[in-house]
């Protein structure tokens, strides 16, 4: 039965698209596309009595199932990309972290081992001029490295959280565009 063995070839090589599609192979996705192309155009050489309209609307239906695979296998590819990326961006917010708390250790430890150091940090906290310039250097210096790497911390959290937020509308899209397939 040639309609039947052309449906089950169809659905042989759906299967192949899907498998492919979900292990993340781009190029076997491809070729199992190539697949049900080739196998439309076979189809369309074998039974010419078909109506031309259904080859038509077959085709059209193919057509905008692949469509949406390669749009599936591009999201699926963008949603690894951009968890990679979290990852990094993770990876930063914790180094930043560790750098903060580092710098704020330092300040505490000189607070406590110089008292040069504190009654400079004293004075300038008031407003006023340290009597040694050197060591107000010193504390101006520290407290900018304080203030710098809360801000890069800040941002890099911000960044992450807005590379979380697109992971996630892009594996929604994924979700949408799989349901749409099977």
């Given amino acids: 039965d040639v309609e039947r063995s052309r449906g089950l070839g169809d659905v042989y090589k759906r299967q192949e698209l899907r498998s492919a599609v979900s292990k993340g192979n781009v190029r076997a996705a491809y070729a199992a596309k190539g697949a049900l192309i080739t196998g439309i155009i076979e189809i ?4 010419p009595e078909v109506n031309p309209q ?3 609307e077959y085709i059209n239906n193919v057509v905008k199932y692949l469509e949406t695979w ?4 591009d999201h699926a590819h963008m949603a690894d990309e951009t968890e990679r990326n979290l990852k990094n961006e993770k990876e930063q917010v914790a180094l930043d972290e560790k750098e903060l708390n580092e710098s704020k250790d330092e300040l505490k430890n000189r607070l406590v081992t110089d008292c ?4 400079a940090f004293i004075a300038i906290q008031d407003g006023k001029e340290p009597r040694d310039f050197n060591t107000g250097l010193q504390v101006r210096t520290i407290l900018l490295t304080l203030r ?8 890099n959290r911000y960044v992450a959280e807005e590379t979380e937020l697109l992971l996630m509308r892009i594996e929604i899209k994924v979700d949408y565009l799989h349901a749409k397939v099977n």
């Avoid at 369309?44 to 039974?47: A, M, P, Q, S, V």
């Avoid at 040069?116 to 009654?119: C, R, V």
């Avoid at 710098?148 to 941002?155: G, P, Y």
């Fill in 44 to 47: 369309r050489r074998h039974i």
């Fill in 54 to 56: 259904w080859v038509v």
């Fill in 70 to 73: 390669v749009l599936l296998v």
């Fill in 116 to 119: 040069e150091f504190n009654e």
């Fill in 148 to 155: 710098s790497r809360k801000n890069k911390l800040e941002f």
